[in-house]
């Protein structure tokens, strides 16, 4: 149980283009999903918490209207990166959880290349 | 105020040999512990969480962590490698009962050498 995917697993865009990654729960539902984004080599950084209906919290630094969060219901949230250039290259993984207080459950990934 | 440090960004080990990654953390509050493997281009696999229950913690593939809250310590280990842990590996502080805001910390490559 508690499966997170994640779609697509791999995708390469053009620079100014923008992109769409999906992430569901397939079993159960995810009040709360989270998005992270990891460099080579480094660790995962959050960049926004999603709840089912409202708006996403960003988090410091992450530019809300370049990254567009939809969580728009209980199994589904979009993670869009518009007017991508190359530095948004990066592993993107989302996760999901039953509550804020609960755990969380980790998608595959996602690897954005922007050209 | 939460963060973790993981002192080795890489550890290698025989097949066969014990393996030890090193993660301590900092904590304003009781904090959960979680462990999670991340293998090349996948996402990440939770092996074991320590929720202020029993200090250790066994969990998947043989791997088992010690809370130690004196040393402020969560450190994996194993008793012997497979060439199947090669991965990275990440120890991951989030507040207890609390919000579910985490920090993760930087990072442990595992090699395995046959």
Sequence with gaps: GAVVSQHPSRVICKSGTS???ECRSLDFQATTMFWYR???KQSLMLMATSNEGSKATYEQGVEKDKFLINHAS????????TSAHPEDSSFYICSAS???LSEQYFGPGTRLTVT | AQSVTQLDSHVSVSEGTPVLLRCNYSSSYSPSLFWYVQHPNKGLQLLLKYTSAATLVKGINGFEAEFKKSETSF????PSAHMSDAAEYFCVVRRAGGYQKVTFGTGTKLQVIP
């Design chain 1, 19 to 21: 992109v769409k990654i």
């Design chain 1, 74 to 81: 209980l199994t589904l949230s979009t993670l869009t990166v």
């Design chain 1, 38 to 40: 990891q460099f080579p």
């Design chain 1, 98 to 100: 039953h509550s804020e």
């Design chain 2, 75 to 78: 450190h994996l280990t194993k």
